[in-house]
């Protein structure tokens, strides 16, 4: 097979329909948009959400609920993410790495975009780390601690 062999699939490739040409090209006289109507005019659409002057269901539908702009969205990361949780499985850190929010982005433990990442206390720890998170668990704290390890950030 050569290059200039080549063509689409059978029926992967279809004809522009040509509107307005005459009655014999079977999209003649009205071009496919019906008789009369709003639809039918030059430039003749509704917009998003009309119902033809009904009141709308995004209108008759109530209001509720608040939406706080200037929340937070704060990424969790428990301690059985940062070691190896199972037999022959590698961890994410080694014994006295350094465990902070571009290292956590660095592993894949984080993705997208936040405003703080906090540690929490899920998981069993048995070597030290240096965590340099702002915002730490008690629980978290005390078996990093206990494991030998250092941690710096604010307790919640």
Request: positive net charge; without cysteine.
């Amino acid at each position: 097979m050569r290059l200039h062999e080549l063509s689409p699939a059978k029926g992967a490739r279809k004809s522009r329909k040509r509107v307005g040409r005459g009655v014999a090209s079977g999209q003649g006289k009205t071009a496919g948009k019906g008789s009369k109507g709003q639809k039918a005019r030059s430039g003749g659409k509704v917009r998003p959400g009309f119902e033809g002057g009904q009141m709308p269901l995004h209108r008759r539908l109530p209001k509720s609920g608040f939406t706080n702009i200037f929340k937070k969205k704060i990424a969790t990361v428990n301690i059985r993410d940062l070691v190896a949780s199972e037999p022959g499985k590698t961890a994410k850190f080694e014994s006295g790495s350094v465990v902070d929010e571009a290292a956590l982005v660095r592993v894949g433990l984080i993705k997208g975009r936040s405003d703080g990442v906090k540690l929490l206390g899920q998981g069993e720890i048995t070597y030290p780390l240096n965590v340099k998170l702002a915002l730490v668990s008690k629980s978290a704290r005390e078996k990093i601690e206990a494991a030998g390890g250092t941690v710096a950030g604010n307790q919640q």
